[in-house]
């Protein structure tokens, strides 16, 4: 199948999955908005050359917010896409605290497209926190979550040079707005 029909195949799979679910912000957005802008960041940081990094990017969420598995990802997208998808899903069977622990242990040892993977997920994550901030969060629990997000991506700097600069002005325009 062509890259661009399994690009959206991705897309309208996603959409199906995450269709209940929105994002936690007071604005609601639906979680589809979320996992496009992730993967148009990660088509831009690659020149659109890399299918399979977009096709994970549009599913990097399934297996933990919707219960997927990863054999249902690798029946219809590929051993590939699971890999991406599996390098950025954390294992809930572990305490929040101890997730967002490894997350930053995990994010540098990971291969280069996962690095890109997550460094557009936390710039997504951090714009979502200067337009939409969660409505009960304290301004300490918001400065919390960015100086979290800059601890995951200090240990993927060196992946994707153009993407991190997008990701620092998400993190300086967060950090303004608080
Ligand atoms: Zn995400």
Redesign the pocket.
């Given at each position: 199948m062509s890259d661009l029909r399994r690009v959206l195949a991705a897309a309208d799979t996603a959409a199906r999955w995450h269709t209940d679910q929105r994002r936690k912000g007071a604005a609601q957005e639906p979680y589809i908005n979320?996992?496009l802008e992730?993967a148009h960041l990660v088509t831009e940081a690659t020149g659109g050359r890399d299918a399979d990094l977009t096709i994970a990017a549009l599913l990097?969420?399934a297996i933990e917010d919707c219960g997927i598995t990863e054999a249902e990802i690798t029946e219809r997208f590929g051993t590939d896409v699971t890999a991406l998808v599996a390098a950025?899903t954390d294992d809930k069977a572990l305490p929040k605290a101890e997730r967002k622990r490894l997350q930053i242990a995990h994010a540098a040892k990971t291969s280069d497209r996962a690095k890109i993977l997550k460094l557009a997920?936390k710039t997504?994550?951090l714009r979502a926190m200067k337009a939409s901030p969660p409505a009960n969060w304290p301004a300490e629990r918001k400065q919390e979550y960015i100086a979290w997000a800059r601890a995951v991506v200090a240990g993927v700097r060196g992946a994707n040079p153009w993407l991190e600069a997008v990701f620092d002005q998400a993190a300086a325009e967060a950090d303004a707005a608080i």
């Open positions: 979320h996992l992730v990097h969420d950025v997920d997504s994550n």
